[in-house]
């Protein structure tokens, strides 16, 4: 894993917490996302496709620490849109650091050496930094030439000046194994702590959706990404069993409450990834009200070809938690990457061609300067 000791045994007695005093839903990381708008028009982004009116809007630094206490996760995770607009998020970082939590700051790092003097490097501070592969996957996928090796000079730069530094990798269609495995080979060379990776998820409103990876298809892609990774110290900043799960050989249950989101407009059901299901106007109303039983990939159609993490990463948490020497194994031996697969879930909605919905007029998307 590619995350330090003392963040691992912060979350691992935060967990035992939760376990001594019965709680069953619980928050592992807060997705914090302080505003929608981008410099980057990405073709899997589901984000983006709003008004100015929307763009335009920002949680204060008083509404994101609110935040953060109410959820009272351990990590936090600010994303976007692209946080480095936001001209108080220094100070959101601050306060969130102040209370000893754990912030991921996500950023595609085009304004990362413009900005980069706002903030001071801490052991709880990593900046994220988005990369979803190689110079010529990531440029394709970011829909800008140039961005790749931008985002390199700023994670060079950033790791030179002392700051934590992971990446941030989204798989699509078209990925080859050998091609993903070059990648981290490369991210070694880098020097960062640690890759999140995952297939991406399939937003209703993302400008392009041929470009999404089929469950079925993830399984595979992995299984033969770990198999070639054998021996080659990559640090993937995930649980050992949530990389089993991506590679087919767990069957499990999505837990979104575990990343709960709070954006400009409140509290969002049931996680980041589905923008039309509502919002609930504090911590607890989400907790309590949501239909947690209507979501996961056996349950709901949106959610058929989801493995993100967001979902599944606290799903794969809990299994550690109940069966340790099973967590055990796979973190001596690795995901298994040949034999049966773990059985996938049976829908329990209609499978029938679902009606068709109504096309929604895509807004004028406005560029940002970024220099």
Not at 66 to 95: F, M, N, T, W, Y
Not at 319 to 330: G, T
Request: proline share 7%; with cysteine; charged share 25%.
């Amino acid at each position: 894993m590619g995350v330090p000791l003392r963040q691992q045994l912060t979350v691992a007695k935060y967990l035992l917490k939760q376990k001594i005093f019965g709680v069953k839903r619980y928050p592992l990381v807060l997705m914090l996302e302080p505003l929608f708008r981008c410099n980057l028009a990405c073709a899997g982004c589901g984000k983006i496709d709003y008004p100015d009116e929307i763009l335009n809007r920002r949680l204060s630094v008083e509404e994101s620490l609110q935040a953060v206490d109410e959820c009272d996760a351990p990590i936090v995770s600010i994303a976007g849109g692209e946080p480095l607009l936001h001209k108080e998020l220094p100070e959101i970082v601050r306060g969130i650091i102040a209370r000893k939590k754990y912030v991921y700051l996500c950023t595609n790092a085009l304004l990362l050496k413009k900005r980069i003097d706002d903030y001071e490097p801490s052991p709880f501070l990593t900046l994220s930094i988005h990369l979803d592969g190689n110079r010529e996957r990531h440029d394709a996928s970011v829909c800008q030439a140039g961005v790749f090796d931008r985002a390199v000079e700023a994670v060079e730069m950033a790791i030179a000046r002392g700051f934590r530094v992971t990446i941030n990798c989204t798989l699509f269609q078209g990925e080859s194994a050998e091609e993903v495995a070059e990648f981290l080979d490369h991210t070694q060379r880098l020097g960062v702590e640690g890759v999140t990776i995952a297939p991406g998820f399939s937003y209703e409103h993302a400008p392009q959706q041929n470009i999404f990876i089929r469950m079925r298809d993830s399984k595979e892609l992995f299984r033969k990404v770990f198999k070639l990774g054998r021996g080659r110290g990559w640090r993937l900043n995930h649980s050992g069993l949530y990389l089993d799960f991506l590679a087919g050989n767990q069957s499990y249950n999505c837990t979104p409450w575990g990343n709960p989101t709070r954006n400009v407009f409140g509290w969002q059901k049931p996680c980041y990834l589905l923008v039309d299901e509502g919002y609930a106007p504090s911590f607890r109303a989400l907790m309590e009200e949501t239909p947690w039983h209507k979501y996961g990939n056996s349950k709901n159609p949106k959610c058929a070809n989801c493995m993100a993490h967001c979902g599944y990463e606290a799903s794969a948490v809990e299994d550690a938690m109940r069966r340790p020497w099973k967590a055990a194994w796979v973190a001596l031996f690795g995901p298994k990457t040949e034999g049966r697969m773990a059985p996938e879930p049976e829908p329990e909605y209609e499978t029938g061609a679902p009606e068709a919905a109504p096309v929604k007029a895509r807004p004028t998307i406005r560029i940002e300067a970024v220099e």
